[in-house]
């Protein structure tokens, strides 16, 4: 049997717990009522703002847009190439013969005329005759001047001397030195020798060029072959003129393609209007592979594109500006000659439509839109 102390403790325990689970019971009814009344209070306030006074849901908003009005212009689709300006009529004189390098004193950026002597080859052998005169010659120059008249010597001294003088001469006239000659009017580019040089047979001397005959040389695949011909003038600008623009003409179209590059070799000739040209400068030459005039041209950015391929764009009629009741027209287009950011259109819009050109992405067919008046330079539509 417990005791009534003990009976009375388990008891009171036990009313705790029951206490204790009825307060959890409450709480959570409680918390299920504040999450229920919160619900129908957001359903309320939802459909109240969804609503207007008449009980219908509003309309969305028209989109935004901008527009251009097209109008027919001038396409043109270029390509561009660097280009080398070099000497058309270039000389490279090399050494007839071997010997030494005698009355040279050309620098590098001297002027020549054609025919003019340059420098002379003295022959080794001319060299080695000469010497060994004027050593006898030396010789008996010396002796002389230990001899008197009445000497018994001097007769044969003076003789000796006679003969090295013709000796001398002989020789300086039996191996005749080399004149090196200018073949062409220009500039000394390049010079491999200096005076007393000891040259052999063949050997490059020094390289002229005709300045006068610059030319810009550059290279083009041979797939725009027919895009090009002689007489077509180019535009080009010259990195030593980085704000001018120059107009060449093709004078030159190589009828060999090079077989390990594919590529044709042109060349342009280029009034320099006093400017100064130099071998070795360089320049970007723009050429022209086609050119229509009277096109309707769109920009790049316009474009749309299909996941089947076909490209559209949108245009917007009924144009009350800044009201609700413009529509916008998908239309597939057919497009032509493409530049870096304008493309021809041959069919699918024409020149006076208004052109979608920001907001495109969000439109749909028929769809009412709300076209932003445009600025004058936007509605020219122009590249």
């Known amino acids: 049997m417990l005791s009534g102390s003990l009976c009375d403790k388990i008891i009171t325990q036990s009313t705790r717990r029951q206490?204790?689970?009825?307060?959890?019971?409450?709480?959570?009814?409680?918390?299920?009522?504040?999450?229920?009344?919160?619900?129908l209070s957001l359903t309320v306030l939802f459909a109240g703002c969804s609503k207007r006074e008449d009980g219908e849901l509003p309309k969305p908003k028209a989109p935004l847009l901008k527009v251009i009005e097209l109008k027919a212009q001038k396409i043109e689709s270029t390509i561009q190439f660097p280009g080398t300006f070099d000497a058309k009529v270039i000389s490279s004189i090399i050494a007839p013969i071997d010997g030494i390098i005698d009355d040279f004193s050309l620098n590098e950026n001297d002027y020549v005329t054609k025919n003019q002597k340059i420098a002379v080859i003295n022959s080794q052998d001319r060299i080695s005759l000469i010497a060994?005169?004027?050593?006898?010659?030396?010789?008996?120059?010396?002796?002389?001047?230990?001899?008197?008249?009445?000497?018994?010597?001097?007769?044969?001294?003076?003789?000796?001397?006679?003969?090295?003088?013709?000796?001398?001469?002989?020789?300086?006239?039996?191996?005749?030195?080399?004149?090196?000659?200018?073949?062409?009017?220009?500039?000394?580019?390049?010079?491999?020798?200096?005076?007393?040089?000891?040259?052999?047979?063949?050997?490059?001397?020094?390289?002229?060029?005709?300045?006068?005959?610059?030319?810009?040389?550059?290279?083009?695949?041979?797939?725009?072959?027919?895009?090009?011909?002689?007489?077509?003038?180019?535009?080009?600008?010259?990195?030593?003129?980085?704000?001018?623009?120059?107009?060449?003409?093709?004078?030159?179209?190589?009828?060999?393609?090079?077989?390990?590059?594919?590529?044709?070799?042109?060349?342009?000739?280029?009034?320099?209007?006093?400017?100064?040209?130099?071998?070795?400068?360089?320049?970007?030459?723009?050429?022209?592979?086609?050119?229509?005039?009277?096109s309707v041209v769109i920009p790049n950015d316009a474009i749309l594109t299909k996941t089947n391929g076909d490209n559209f764009v949108f245009v917007v009629t009924d144009l009350p500006v800044g009201q609700a009741g413009s529509v916008a027209h998908q239309r597939i287009i057919q497009t032509g000659i493409s530049t870096k950011d304008f493309t021809e259109v041959i069919s699918g819009v024409s020149a006076g439509d208004k052109l979608v050109t920001l907001g495109q992405e969000m439109l749909k067919d028929n769809m009412k839109v709300i076209v932003q008046k445009p600025h004058s330079s936007e509605m020219k539509g122009e590249k």
């Open 132 to 294: 060994n005169a004027n050593g006898k010659i030396d010789i008996a120059k010396a002796k002389l001047s230990s001899l008197k008249e009445t000497d018994s010597e001097y007769q044969s001294v003076s003789i000796e001397l006679n003969n090295a003088l013709e000796e001398l001469k002989y020789s300086e006239n039996l191996l005749l030195p080399v004149p090196v000659i200018a073949p062409i009017n220009g500039i000394v580019l390049k010079k491999s020798i200096e005076q007393g040089s000891l040259v052999t047979a063949k050997q490059h001397l020094l390289t002229i060029a005709d300045f006068k005959t610059l030319v810009i040389k550059t290279s083009v695949s041979e797939q725009l072959i027919s895009k090009i011909r002689l007489g077509q003038k180019i535009k080009l600008t010259i990195g030593a003129y980085p704000d001018k623009e120059f107009i060449g003409v093709i004078s030159l179209i190589n009828p060999v393609t090079d077989p390990a590059t594919r590529t044709i070799l042109l060349e342009i000739k280029v009034n320099p209007n006093g400017l100064k040209f130099q071998p070795g400068m360089m320049a970007v030459l723009t050429f022209v592979t086609d050119s229509k005039s009277n």
């Open 19 to 39: 206490h204790r689970a009825a307060r959890r019971k409450n709480g959570n009814n409680f918390m299920r009522t504040k999450i229920l009344i919160s619900i």
